[in-house]
């Protein structure tokens, strides 16, 4: 075998583990449907609908997000009592600056896509869940 051969296949297999490693999922849609304070798309993507779990375990249904701000894409909604709200960014970059809003707490989401390509909803877990991946530490630099 000859050496650009070697190297063809070393770069085939190094680009065939770098996109297994793409596709995995630190949790599932189901986990998160059973951890407190996480928060589900469901509907069409579209739909910008999304339920919360409560403190109980009980997933409940939070009115339809509407768009605040169109120079940023900032959504918000709250459940029909008003208690509760989630709050994020969504562009053709992903979501961020996730939070769900309950009892006076903001509780940071670190949010991932199911991922099949009709149903490409979200799903999202508290950053201190232990399934969270690490995440980045905002940089604090000093002025």
Excluded at 11 to 33: H, M, N
Aim: a negative charge; hydrophobic letters at 30%; charged letters at 20%.
């Amino acid at each position: 075998m000859n050496r650009g051969t070697k190297i063809g296949f070393a770069l085939l297999a190094l680009l065939t583990l770098s996109a297994a490693s793409c596709g995995e999922k630190p949790f599932t849609r189901d986990y998160a449907r059973s951890v407190p304070n996480s928060a589900i798309q469901v509907g069409e993507l579209s739909d910008r609908t999304w339920e919360y779990v409560d403190g109980n375990g009980v997933s409940k249904e939070l009115n339809r997000c509407e768009d605040l701000s169109p120079w940023n894409v900032a959504y918000s909604c709250t459940s029909p009592d008003g208690t509760v709200g989630l709050t994020f960014n969504d562009s053709k970059y992903g979501i961020d600056d996730t939070v769900l809003h309950i009892g006076g707490e903001k509780v940071p989401l670190y949010c991932i896509v199911n991922g099949t390509w009709g149903d490409s909803l979200r799903f999202c877990l508290p950053v201190s869940d232990p399934s969270v991946p690490p995440q980045p530490v905002p940089r604090r630099d000093k002025s």
